[in-house]
């Protein structure tokens, strides 16, 4: 359980260079498989000042040159370790640009690292503020295509169809095209698609920061029963409320290292201190 | 120990990493109805907005032909005419209108669906799929209207007209394989989506639809006009012969149309279902090399 006292609030150790000494990755007492491996994960970025990425071919000749004026390699994680564990709910907390979205997508496989590796046991799904799934089209249909999408039939579709509208709270809008919601809803719905999967690993990026009350307590109350369902689920939040509701086990990232990984409440003691510093 | 031997212990696998082919196919086949279910969904909400609403899956083609039909049945010049003209022209411009439409369409099916991609996981090959499938039921009614415009202008119903399923169903499986090698290599060089609609305008000029290259290219036997005759450009039709869509138009036209220069060429069809066969395994395999990819948001 995550109240096992040897998991908590472990050193982050430095790396040996050599590959045996790797720190071990903790199994706890007891049967937590590991679900989430994260192995000194670097990711870089080359941007080009404008902000598009250059090709593979503007890349080479900009390095033989040394590197070009325009062109700045933004380093967003540098070396980043930790093992998630089943039934774990890993609050992910830092500044802005602390890096915490880059490592939720490396997590989720859209983000390749530059070095290091990430082993996970399923297709982690990441589920974020932005755009909507197919804003064409209406809440139902991205309902049915989501799930589709997700491997689904029709008829499980069909059996889970009413939870997921009542989930998100949309019966009165679900058949106006998802151009018409608000920002909130489109959050809502996502999550409520996203969250018709079982068993899986769910990342959940600030996709509940423009939800209503209800409707976080609600979703925090759903991250609670996938991580229950021997699910992992990861929130990046700067709300340390729904942090603490929600999560066993904090992660603190600054300027693309871990600087902390334990108990929710030690881990935001130590953040508010430096905040407030 | 290393981290990587205790993940493979603990059945982890690497992030990032791809399905096998073979699995990567069987989750594609899995997700056929969400491929069908998309194409149809995205057909409804287009026509939604317009009054005229589903109608406009047959007003379109018909407005289609109306224009190219008055451009070069009557302002140009018989040059290079095959007999039964206008139902030459339907036929060139309602299966080249399915292909080029599938081509743009398709080439853009991972870069203008970030969003989805970005959400949930699913093999990213069900996109163009997607986009082709959508065209291709787009595609169906005009069919009909084709169908019913040779009725309706004195051509016999044949059994050959059966034909038109086999050489139909080919078109659909070459056109994935072109859509899903075009979609990849949007994703690495996304100014490939604005030439697209030069490529494809490219081949609707050279490809056969609106003039007939062997009546024009050919060689023509000496005549009153001409006494000579002229050896015309042999290596120009022998060029087209390989040219897979010129060979669709063809054994299409050739299942529609009687007369004796619309007698199938048994070739055509040879190629037709090696390049079928050709473009679909490459597109395929070349699609899902890069599965890991199409996630990517920069």
């Not at chain 1, 071990?24 to 498989?33: E, L, S």
């Not at chain 2, 309602?94 to 970005?118: D, H, K, M, P």
Request: with cysteine.
């Amino acid at each position: 359980m995550s109240t096992d006292p040897t998991e908590q609030s472990r050193p982050i150790d430095d790396l040996d260079d050599l590959g045996m000494a790797h720190p071990p990755v903790h199994v706890p007492k007891g049967t937590r498989a590991p679900v989430v491996i994260v192995d000194d994960v670097h990711v870089e970025y080359n941007v080009f000042a404008t902000g598009k990425r250059p090709s593979a071919a503007d890349r080479k000749s900009l390095r033989l040159k040394g590197r070009g004026k325009q062109m700045r390699t933004v380093h967003a994680l540098k070396g980043v370790s930790f093992t998630a564990y089943q039934n774990d709910s890993i609050g992910v907390i830092g500044t802005n640009g602390s890096g915490k979205s880059t490592l939720m997508r490396a997590i989720a496989g859209l983000t390749p690292t530059s070095s290091g590796a990430i082993y996970s046991e399923s297709r982690p799904s990441l589920l974020g503020v932005g755009a909507a799934l197919l804003k064409d089209l209406s809440g139902e249909r991205n309902i049915i295509l989501g799930g589709l999408a997700m491997g689904f039939t029709m008829d499980e579709i069909e059996a889970r169809y009413d939870d997921v509208v009542a989930f998100a709270g949309l019966e009165k809008f679900i058949d106006l095209p998802m151009r018409a919601y608000s920002s909130g809803m489109t959050a809502r719905l996502k999550f409520a698609i996203a969250s018709m999967a079982t068993h899986e690993i769910l990342i959940v990026d600030e996709a509940l920061a423009v939800g209503d009350r209800t409707f976080r307590k609600r979703s925090e109350a759903r991250i609670r029963e996938i991580r229950d369902d021997a699910g992992t689920v990861f929130l990046v939040s700067h709300s340390m409320q729904s942090i603490k509701d929600t999560c066993s086990r904090v992660i603190w990232l600054d300027q693309g290292t871990l600087l902390m990984d334990g108990e929710p409440d030690e881990v935001i003691a130590a953040y508010h201190a430096a905040q407030d510093k | 120990m290393t981290i990587a031997d205790e993940a493979a212990s603990a059945g982890l696998t690497k992030v990032g990493g791809r399905p096998s082919l073979r699995e990567y196919v069987t989750e594609v086949w899995r997700r056929r109805s969400f491929i069908f279910s998309m194409a149809r969904f995205r057909i409804e909400s287009e026509n939604q907005q317009n009054s005229l609403g589903m109608f406009w899956v047959i007003l379109k083609p018909l407005l289609n032909a109306l224009i190219y039909g008055a451009v070069f049945g009557v302002l140009i010049g018989p040059q290079g005419r095959p007999p039964h003209f206008v139902e030459f022209l339907i036929i060139g411009i309602f299966v080249f209108e399915f292909f080029a439409q599938s081509w743009t369409a398709g080439g853009r099916a991972i870069t203008n669906n970030s969003a989805l991609v970005q959400s949930l996981a699913f093999p990213r090959m069900v996109l163009p799929l997607a986009a082709v499938t959508e065209r291709f039921l787009k595609f169906l009614p005009t069919v009909a209207i084709m169908l019913v415009f040779l009725v309706a202008t004195g051509n016999p119903i044949t059994w050959h007209w059966l034909l038109i399923i086999p050489i139909f169903a080919l078109f659909f499986a070459f056109t994935c394989g072109i859509v899903l090698i075009t979609a990849r290599l949007a994703v690495h060089w996304r100014d490939l989506n604005n030439f697209l609609p030069f490529i494809t305008r490219f081949f609707f000029y050279t490809t056969g639809i609106f003039f007939s290259i062997e009546e024009r290219f050919g060689p023509k036997p000496p005549s009153a006009a001409n006494p000579e005759g002229t050896p015309g450009h042999p290596w120009l039709v022998t060029l087209t012969d390989y040219q897979p869509v010129h060979e669709f138009l063809s054994i299409a036209r050739a299942a529609l149309l009687d007369g004796p220069f619309y007698d199938t060429n048994t070739d055509y069809w040879v190629y037709a279902i090696l390049w079928t066969i050709g473009v679909l395994a490459f597109g395929v395999w070349f699609f899902w090399r890069a599965e890991e990819r199409y996630g990517r948001v920069d």
